[in-house]
């Protein structure tokens, strides 16, 4: 146990007042070994440390000067398939796995010094959010996303909301009413994980409503989605789209390990089934909700490492679209220094 | 951009044909040492990473062994005087600072996998659940706690809520009914960054209800705490203590640093100027609700550092105190496998 400061000292001088007086030439130079020793290993440890940290800045700065190219390689513009993409492929970024993850874990940084800018603009009255939506079919990496790219920033800053089948409550409202009440206050991040596009898709593919009313459920998403940004919210939108071979073995390892059987669910094999059926309706979504202020981005999900990279750089690029600076005080600052010297 | 695996491989067999065609003598030499300084590179960044990945594990192994003494160490017990709190010292670890950071970056693995068997639990119906309660005077480090300890884990599996000055529609209620409403569901992580302390703190010190109303919550909380514990909240309630000397230290950098400038609030010095009404009002919290089932632990804060590590250590004897296996599958694995396959 140590002890506080003050017998620490106490402490430390005796053994000094000892060590003067007792300690015969052997155990002096044995002594003087260790000291050399561990300031070897310090130095060492220190000259690893800058070369991390110097690896990290390149690669952090590697990543972000690619940032803008990720993003257009990735957004939705008119004519863009879905069965074109290649899901292994890696937009933007010819690094290897360990390049894209040493990039991810350098660019937590920046997204983290954003994210506070952020949240001060929030604690001072300003309106302006991020909001981060997150679709795919199952095994995509939803959760690896929240967990890897999300799980980088302060909590305190995150507003994550899941969105399952809707309960008795919510069934009873529009079906943008729980969506509305989730959306992020000024200063947050927001993230969706599945969202209104469930009602686009699942309610879809799995006939729980009149095509009239799916149908017409495309502008009311664009009209809610305008409203938001206008209201000062950023909005990202995300599919990550794996292959049906990786889909394969990402449930098959579900089903092999002891540690993932909890996350399989049998209607995973159900689902999987209508494929083709969820790829018709994500790309009439893709079609016709990919708007200026609330654009899709496409991210092909075979390399997690990639998804979660890429993610990173669209979440680093909203953030930074914001361009807010530390806000300034609404107080005398002068005199509050004064006032607080005062209480010394 | 990089461009899909199979246009990969096209493109380095091209280039492998050129090499042996066209490569003058003094460009393969030129390459051939290109290609040893990297295999060199990479050998001492496997080396390095080994080391860290080694110097992480002792770290987490050295914390972890002591986490049971930390925590006996924290836990208040009867007699315990706050006035006698060495807010400088390091209870428990009498490592550096640097050792420190170490250790709960460690640590932060062995975190995340023991909140994900309590996320998997809950998934499965199980209704244990962890509510950390943090508590403090103004810069005492709650928000640095919810950024470096709670961030360690998977957003997915945290629940925090702030509670700040109630709004209109929570104090028509009784002063429990926002924080029952705000317990963690069976499997998540609860972190209460102010809690129903402030209604024996701030309500006392500023005269917000009468001495009876004050004076009878001690046995409503206690009560309450302990009926959330039977329903399966293991509940965690943490004290950061920090010493008037480093609390002036904080704000006065608040009020020196651009980027800290919205983390200050003039009524912060007024709250100083009443620090002994605070000490007296906490001393008897800890006094009267500290329990079996909701123990406190004051943590000396003056080093964020050490406290950091020293809630990561409580939030750890807490999780794998649950002793959590992975939940078994509640669908036939041999039948969903060849569902699976039948799948490809």
Redesign the interface.
Known sequence: ??????KKKKDKSKNEDKKKHDVKPARKAAAKNAEKAAAKAAKADRK?AE??AAAHEAAAAGLLARRD?VAD?LRVAPGFRLADV?T???????GSRRDGEAALAAVGAELSDLQ?RLF?HG??GGTRSVLLVLQGLDTAGK?GI??HV??L????G?A?R?FGVPTPEERRHHFLWRIRRALPRGGMIG?F?RSHYEDVLVARVDDLVAPEVWERRFDEINRFEAQAAAAGATIVKVALWVSPDEQ?RR??ER?ER??K????D?TD?DV??RRPAYEAAYQEVLDRTSTEVAPWYVVPADSKWYARLAVSALLHQALAGLQLD????D?D?DA??A??DA??
């Open positions: 146990m140590a002890k506080g400061s003050k690893a070369k991390a190219a390689l290649d292994g492929a890696t937009p933007g970024f010819d506070e001060a604690r001072t959760g929240v967990r999300v799980g920033v302060d909590p305190q995150v994550l899941s993230v994980d394969y449930l098959r089903l002891p540690d059987l909890w996350k399989y049998p094999v999987r089934l530390w806000p300034p005080a107080y600052v509050e220094l006032r607080l209480t010394r």
